[in-house]
């Protein structure tokens, strides 16, 4: 697994206000979409690519569009369809499915309650967008959900993680290829599985719930 924690100005800024306690679910939303596309921006860089001939209004030249299959966005539900609209907008031609995953927050472990993906990634590259990077199980799961659909290569994008969550997905998921992209790292973990300092429950902040 390869960490990469995006060290930007505008990244930090904007984390910051989604950290406030009285950043409204509305500035939330919005703020977090354009946290996305900056994480997107990066985490796409070595995207496949390949040739293609343009006529420009002067001239035929050579440019270059996403290559075949398309890559495959792939929120987890809820909190990671607060993301997807910083996504696609980053990649329009990329496809979308989705998937339901959720921690039973008395025993932590990971329940799939839905699914809609292609029966076969193979050759795929997935994008996998989850706000939050706690215990690290629900990444862990969706990960190896899509390896066994036949993906090609996995990068997971999230808007913070713990360190004893990126530690538990690199022990779990060495054999993979996988890249995690980070807005930050955090300190730590609470005794709910929290992260310290964090932004509270993302999913509730992006839809208005902890209003």
Do not use: W
Request: aromatic share 4%; with cysteine.
């Amino acid at each position: 697994m390869r960490l990469h924690v995006v060290d930007h100005p505008l990244v930090a800024h904007k984390l910051t206000v989604l950290r406030d306690r009285r950043t409204p679910s509305m500035i939330f939303r919005q703020l977090a979409e354009e946290l996305v596309m900056l994480l997107a921006y990066e985490a796409t860089r070595d995207v496949a690519v390949e040739s293609v001939q343009v006529e420009t209004p002067v001239a035929t030249t050579t440019g270059t569009t996403l290559a075949r299959p398309r890559p495959l966005v792939v929120p987890i539900l809820r909190a990671g369809l607060g993301m997807l609209e910083g996504m696609t907008k980053m990649a329009p031609s990329a496809e979308v499915g989705f998937l339901g995953m959720a921690r039973n927050e008395e025993t932590l472990d990971i329940v799939t309650y839905a699914e809609r993906l292609p029966a076969d990634l193979t050759g795929r590259h997935v994008f996998v967008l989850d706000p939050m990077l706690a215990t690290g199980g629900t990444l862990i799961e969706a990960i190896r959900f899509l390896y066994e659909r036949g993906a090609e290569r996995v990068t997971c994008i999230c808007l913070l993680g713990a360190p004893e969550g990126v530690a538990r997905l690199e022990e779990a998921l060495g054999e993979h290829d996988v890249d995690l992209y980070l807005a930050a790292v955090d300190e730590r973990l609470d005794e709910r599985s929290y992260i310290v300092p964090g932004l509270g429950d993302a999913g509730d902040r992006l839809y208005g719930l902890a209003e």
